[in-house]
């Protein structure tokens, strides 16, 4: 019987190290096969992040039909209830792009990306065809979602050279503004990014107006709340970000502006395109369009 031991213990030797070795390609298998897994892309609901009980924003120039004389437009702007350049409070702020110059009001001029403004006496616009253009504004937390109650959106036609031409804003008719994402997320930032809108002339519900949000031409979700929403899952790279509004019939609103389209980049390996160049006094104005561009 002593003969055979040294055999048993061989063979139980060689079973142990088959069965080690069958186990740890496994995982290493299991850990590669979960880091070339494509990312799964997702639109999440958020929350209301803290605000005022109101404010109120008027827009007192260009004012509503005004005929302005130069290309480039001065925005000043009467804000109440909400201070611009503090730092927003909230859990909210946590994880996502955030401007370290604080609360400011997101001012769009036609179907361009926003312009920020931490400084209610205003800025200049870049140069503006002549013709009808569209302003809209609205109040914005630090992390860049928007106040979403009356009075805190303001929308009008005014008119650079004469008052001549088709206005693109239809006054009263249901209305989709894009805010964000827009610009370049990196490292953190990138992994969950904020979408935000504002409606106006409509409301949203499972039986009411809807959002269609779609990344990358593929339909995300159905969006029934107006609330911020967040997009995670992002690979590196340029992506396009497209909203629709549609009506309770299911058909999409017409409009010029009911269904943007922006392009953002996550983590890009370039630096981002210089902003269009402004007046040497506009202040006023910083392109906060993500992290690492000017504020």
């Known amino acids: 019987m002593r003969t055979f031991k040294p055999f048993l213990l061989f063979g139980a030797t060689l079973c142990l190290l088959a069965a080690c070795k069958d186990t740890v390609p496994e995982d290493e298998n299991a850990a590669n096969t979960d880091s070339t897994k494509p990312k799964v892309v997702a639109i999440v609901k958020g929350e209301h992040g803290r605000g005022p009980d109101s404010a109120t924003l008027v827009v007192k120039t260009p004012a509503k039909d005004e005929v302005v004389g130069k290309d480039s437009v001065k925005v000043i702007v009467d804000l109440q209830g909400y201070m611009l ?7 909210q702020s946590q994880g996502i792009n955030y401007s370290k110059d604080g609360q400011h009001i997101h001012v769009i001029i036609d179907d361009k990306p926003y312009m920020a403004m931490y400084d209610p006496e205003g800025f200049m616009t ?3 065809p002549e013709g009808p ?17 009356p009075g805190a959106f303001v929308a009008h036609t005014f008119y650079v050279g004469k008052k001549e031409g088709e206005p693109a804003l239809k006054e009263g008719a249901p209305l989709l503004t894009y805010s964000r994402p827009k610009g370049d997320y990196k490292e953190k930032d990138a992994q969950k990014v904020l979408l935000d809108f504002y409606i ?3 409301e949203l519900g499972k039986d009411k107006y809807k959002v269609i949000a779609s990344i990358d031409g593929q339909v995300k979700d159905t969006l029934t709340e107006w609330v911020p929403y967040f997009i995670e899952g992002l690979s590196d790279g340029e992506h396009t970000v497209k909203l629709q509004l549609i009506g309770p019939d299911g058909q999409p609103i017409p409009g010029a502006f ?9 983590n890009p390996t370039t630096p ?14 910083k392109h906060d369009s993500g992290k690492g561009e000017v504020k």
């Open 85 to 91: 350049g503090l730092p927003t409070e909230g859990e």
């Open 126 to 128: 870049p140069p503006l």
């Open 133 to 149: 253009h569209t302003l809209r504004a609205f109040p914005s937390r630090s992390w860049h979602e928007s106040l979403k109650m």
């Open 200 to 202: 106006s002339n409509c």
């Open 258 to 266: 009911n269904s943007p389209e922006e392009k953002i980049r996550i």
């Open 272 to 285: 981002a395109a210089a902003p269009a160049a402004t007046h040497q006094h506009d202040s006023g104005m």
